[in-house]
């Protein structure tokens, strides 16, 4: 047991607990943000992914003693802000929702994606979303996705 | 005049999903429940001696196949999988018992301390026990192989293939009173249902089955989540206590069904003008260590041995052998992958010996409407294959392309297609089993709540059902409901299965709609029951196979250009084109989304995705060993459609989900063989494989 403190979708916030746990559980169960999911536990499917200090990190993989100090934002709160709005509508127009479970962390590789290069080629963007499983769409769809939100969202990053 | 149907609109989830609101099994919360684990068989074929469960601390229980009050076997088919092993067991990982309790660890520690006492049964992994046996004819094989002016023979195998939906399998439930309630990542909640009546022995109102949104499926949903289902129901009825059952991705890559590896053997018949006039075949599909779906996947497989051609002759036969193995069951096809995958590589071949081209051989044979089916059925239906061709032909410039590659030979090549998919069940399923009922209910508000048994796993039909009920009544959109099924609500329309959503619930849907536009009166509430009837057309004799397996068929082209590695023999696609008949698309932004996502999961099959199972372990044992396709691994994909209404389907739409998979694994294993200038017999074609086809293989 160890007390750590970090900030959690800009509020800081202290958690005592096993420092071994991962940040995955410390989330979902502690904070009872659902957004993210677990789909493999094992850093393959990025359905985990949070950003943590704007960098797409799959929280299943991330231990509680390494978000000391860290800031870290999730679906939830970046749901919240323009750039989602635009990448939310970019994937209801290209159709790259289909059951959804991936969505969250793809939505999180975009921003993290656009962040860095807000415009990226199409190889580029393969790359980003290279960490990232989707079973139901082939990915095509996605990667228009972020094509259209850059383009969509020219200026917000 | 009213907008084309076809026309996209936004899914009626897409927001929930996007911003991580929607609810998933795992993401819901009941207060106090507890966690629940499955001790396993660590062995692969043996007797329990013994089983020592440790102490347990107050709040921990452990539930077996003493606690199920009802039959100890899980409802599939034959109700011949236990529950909980009781003496013997049958491949590695089999359930025996469920450890529950408040924490995860100590659950984990628990099950660690378990001692079982085992004695080893021989495990059986080859033919030896059969489990099903089938065989049909069409016309006269003998004569036809006796007269045949040349015979042809080939084997051609096909491997395992996980799901790998990205939500892994789970489920959580509570009781109040005597009544379980459970909620699932399920494509079937009233097989669930069924299943769970089954095992506790109770009346029907005692069980009630909630699907949260579903993170993917592909089949893996379809039966097994009866067995989870049953455990978990008859844990809740000991304990009285809400228990939530989720595996972690290695559980659930190790125990859950998987698709069945197949060996089929295809001889031919070809008189002297080069025509096929006579097919016999022989399909082996390895069920795992019961029987669960297997017979209805090897008749799907058998129904299509004759592939997207009219063969007059036809000597078919195929069994099921059980092993000591995990079980296998539904993955979208049903056994199609597997025999469209060897009929396609067979006439390919026959054509290569004969010294023709394998497309103008194919086409030759292509069936037509009014031609008698595989089954002596009819195909009833205009078939527009040579159209879907001739399109895909276009857009790909296949033709030009193959013969450059062929002569450039590097590495290069292009492999095709030609496919169907029965919309369905199989034969009377429907009328018989089935018996779909669809509700629709509208409020004095005017709004229309569908309810139906449908699960929304990825494909859409929440979106595409509300557009049906949208359209045939002409109200807007936001006027219609899709509640996530509930069997206390909803009748059941049956499974969400066998492509048969849009086209036989969206067409049962579609006439409740009308029934309820005839009679609207605005401010006052209706409801509209609809059952389904099979058109009195459709004859079947499930024993000999005779007669129509389907009441309409999809059908498809795919091409695919590829490039292998010279060094390192790896496959890229380089591009794929497809062509489809799905009747009518009801959005066409949602057929995309299938055809993409079908097409992806068809191609990895057959160059990609490697499972295997040895001395009766799967050696793939998560996301890391076994490899789906990443966004790196696909390419530019063209589809187009081509209208071709169905009078059943709800503006003529037929299915479109298993249909898109099927035809990925020949085109790809065809490009490959074309690019190496070796034949391909068996799939995947790994690089290992592809590595000794150029230093043993026949060209
Ligand atoms: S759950 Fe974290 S990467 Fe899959
Ligand atoms: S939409 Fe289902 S896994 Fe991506």
Known sequence: MAIVKFTLNHQPVTVQSDLNRRLLDVIRNDFNLKGLKEGCGEGECGACAVLINHEIVNSCLFVLANVEGKEVITIEEFAKTKRFTV?????????????????????????????????????????ALSGNLCRCTGYNMIVEAIQEAAKAGEGLW | MQKDISISVNKIDNYEKISGCAKYVNDVQIEGALYAKTFRSPIISGEIVSITVPKLPDGYFAVDYRDVPGKNGVKIIKDDMPIFAEKILRYFGEPILLIVGPQKSVVQSLINKIILETKLIEPIYDESNIAINYHYEKGNPQNAFSSANRIFEYTYQTGYQEQAYIEPQGMIGYSEGDKITLIGSIQCPYYVKNAVLLALGCSSEQVRIIQPAVGGAFGGKEEFPSLMGCQLAVAINKIHKPIRLIYEREEDIEVTTKRHPAIIRMKAAVDSD???????????????????LSNVVLSRAMIATTGAYTIPNVDCSGIVYLTNTVPNGAFRGFGAPQIFYAVEMFLNHIAKDLGIDPLDFKMKHLAKQGD????????RDPILMNDLIKRALEISDYRRKSQKYKLENQLRGMGISLFFHGCGFTGSGEATIIKAQVKLHKDEQDNVDILIAAVDMGQGVRTTMSKIVAHTLGIPMDKVRFPYPDTDFVPDSGPTVASRTTMIVGGLVAKAAQKMHDRWQNGVADTVIEQYVQPDYIVWDEATFHGDAYPAYSWGVNIVDVSVDKVTNQVTLEEAWSVYDLGKAIDDLVIKGQAEGGITQGFAYGYLENMEVKNGKVRQKNMTDYIIPTALDTTKITTELIDNPHAGGPYGAKGAGELTLIGGA??????????????????????????????????
Not at chain 2, 372 to 379: A, E, K, N, P, Q
């Open chain 2, 666 to 699: 020949p085109a790809v294993a065809m490009a490959i063989e074309n690019a190496i200038f070796r034949r391909v017999h068996n799939i995947p074609v790994t690089p290992e494989s592809i590595m000794e086809l150029i230093e043993y293989g026949n060209r």
């Open chain 2, 372 to 379: 008698l089916t595989s089954t002596s059925g009819t195909f």
């Open chain 2, 274 to 292: 080069n025509s096929l006039v006579a097919i016999s075949s022989d399909i082996r599909l390895d069920g795992g260590a019961y029987l669960g």
């Open chain 1, 87 to 127: 990448i939310k509508e970019a994937f209801a127009k290209m159709g790259a929702v289909q059951c959804g479970f991936c969505t969250p962390g793809m939505v999180i590789a975009t921003e993290s994606l656009l962040h860095k290069n807000p415009h990226p080629t199409e190889m580029e963007i393969k790359v």
